[in-house]
């Protein structure tokens, strides 16, 4: 296989960015035949790709907006999407519960519009609910004034180990992908066109020089920084904004439906999710002033998903109650000199696409459910630009690595699709790698192994956060977790005591901002 270090190969495609957008847009431009590289500075999907509310939608919110176009367009990609990675994504119900009498003819209505725009992709029918039939799928739904609700059906899916199997994907099809890859540098032609990127390699400590005819930024929150490389001084394009998500046990919704607020007190909706047997209850929109790896959740934003939750639930949750708290940020587009002072819910999540002077071309805004198609729309729109040969799309009917139908998800094994059976075959190997990393948890040895031998996991946080979601799901189990996995990471690595220790200490740092609870990042 040809090497990033390999200076006498020339990349029809250099993508900066191993979130959804990027890894999307290496299956696309590899898939078509073009030679790819693919280069993120931390882990695949370490950002904002891993911290979604966990849904494949057409947005609700989005229709109540107006938003048609970004409606269909993503209720397409759903369809899509489903069939290509039915390991992954699956058919979820969802409720809301109706406390006025017009609610449920309104919502009724306006949700028949949204199966409709569907289509022939449609998950199933919406339908108005009695009020026995709301508390049947949702026991711990309030039941005070509750006068009966409307059923609708979305897709669930899992975030990270959807941009794993892209990884695997792009790969299949030839594409290069390096995590711990940064790019220091854009390098340019004589007329001024992108020629290329410097590059270090943060694990290696080496750098190199990657020439490129197309170089593709999809950089989410950090699409600046590339932007400004290329032109010094530029004005910002994205403004962040943070969304909250609090994981707490599937007890406080009684059931495997999902329940949906459409309008909380700050104009949003806030989803309660069944995800591998917890539930994940948010979201916020915070606008924030600066992009980093790990944001935090504020104070007022955990109180507001917990108080807004509790007036619908019967048991209200509190923070003992929460196992994990994880923030993310939306690359939104930054208010510009004549913003006419639109709240961060209300613009638009299409993508955008830039094509500078130099050719380079950045992509932002969006969302999980239509990476497939902003990949298809970056990658033509570099073709376009730099006069690479026009090659059809066929990521529409691709399968995505790990392709398999499936009903059973009672536990999380199934989001290995075809691999797992291969994953199995490790026990002969080693039959100790399949005692449990965790007493309440599934997940063992196993899995460690993998995640470092087939799915480029090269850290305890690569492990725990993105391959095997302990750390999204149960904050003090993976603290507890941590030590196993450095040990057994350090075995397939070739790694001494001293990196185990630097490893423990490294993810302790970075789980205890996940622990609402103190006494979770000691003992649980």
């Known amino acids: 296989m040809v090497q990033l270090s390999d200076s006498s190969v020339t990349w029809d495609f250099v993508i900066v960015g191993g979130g959804a957008t990027g890894l999307g847009a ?5 898939s078509r035949g073009f030679r790819v590289a693919l280069l993120e500075q931390s882990d695949f999907a370490k950002g904002t ?4 509310t966990k849904l494949v939608h057409g947005g609700v919110r989005y229709l109540a907006q107006g938003d048609i176009g970004l409606v269909v367009e993503a209720l397409r990609e759903r369809g899509l999407l489903k069939k290509n990675a039915p390991h992954l994504v699956k058919n979820q119900r969802f409720i809301i519960g109706s406390y ?5 003819p309104f919502y009724a209505l306006g949700l028949t519009v949204y199966d409709i725009l ?6 199933g029918r919406s339908l108005p609910m009695s009020r026995r039939k709301v508390t049947d799928e949702i026991p711990q739904i309030v039941t005070r004034g509750l006068k009966g609700g409307v059923l609708y059906h979305d897709g669930q899916f899992d975030d990270s180990r959807l941009a794993i199997n892209l990884l695997q994907t792009a790969a299949e099809q030839g594409a290069v992908c390096a995590n711990y890859v940064k790019v220091t540098g854009l390098t340019k032609d004589a007329s001024g066109k992108i020629s290329g990127t410097d590059i270090c390699d943060m694990l290696g400590k080496r750098t190199y020089h990657v020439k490129a005819r197309a170089v593709i930024n999809a950089t989410g929150i950090f699409v600046d920084d590339l932007l400004k490389m ?3 001084g530029s004005d910002s394009i994205v403004r962040p904004s943070q969304g909250v998500h609090l994981v707490v046990d599937k007890s406080f919704l009684g059931g495997d439906t999902a ?6 007190s700050d104009g949003r909706v806030l989803f309660g999710v069944p995800w591998h047997g917890k539930v994940v209850l948010g979201t916020t929109d915070t606008p924030m002033n600066e992009s980093v790896l790990e944001p935090q959740a504020l104070d007022e934003e955990i109180d507001f998903i917990l108080r807004t939750a509790g007036a619908y639930l019967t048991k209200p949750p509190g923070r003992e109650d929460v196992l994990s708290v994880f923030a993310g940020l939306r690359p939104l587009a930054a208010p510009g000199k004549n913003s006419d002072g639109k709240k961060t819910k209300e613009i638009s999540r299409s993508h955008k696409i830039i094509v500078s002077d130099s050719r380079l071309v950045t992509v932002t805004g969006g969302k999980w459910t239509t990476y497939r198609y902003m990949a298809e729309d970056v990658v033509n729109r570099a073709i376009a630009a730099t006069g690479l040969p026009r090659r059809k799309c066929v990521t529409k009917r691709l399968h995505i690595h790990g392709y398999k139908k499936t009903d059973n998800r009672e536990s999380f094994s199934h ?4 691999d797992y059976e291969k994953m199995l075959l490790l026990r002969q190997e080693n039959i100790g790698w399949t005692e449990k990393l965790h007493p309440r948890y599934d997940c063992t040895g196993l899995e460690v192994v993998w995640a470092v031998r087939e799915e480029m996991a ?10 095997l979601r302990l750390l999204f799901l149960d904050a003090g189990a993976a603290l507890e977790a941590a030590p196993k996995v450095a040990s057994l990471m350090a075995k397939e690595l070739g790694e001494d005591a001293a990196w185990e220790s630097a490893q423990i200490e490294a993810f302790t740092a970075v789980a205890k901002a996940y622990c609402l609870n103190p006494e979770q990042s000691i003992t649980h």
Do not use: H
């Open 100 to 104: 006025r009498w017009w609610e449920k």
């Open 230 to 232: 290329d032109v010094p």
């Open 415 to 418: 989001v290995y699709g075809s």
């Open 458 to 467: 090269f850290t305890v946080e690569d492990v725990l956060a993105r391959r």
């Open 259 to 264: 329940i949906m607020i459409p309008r909380t």
């Open 118 to 123: 569907a289509a022939g992709l449609a998950f």
């Open 49 to 52: 790709s891993s911290r979604s």
């Open 26 to 30: 290496a299956v696309d431009a590899a």
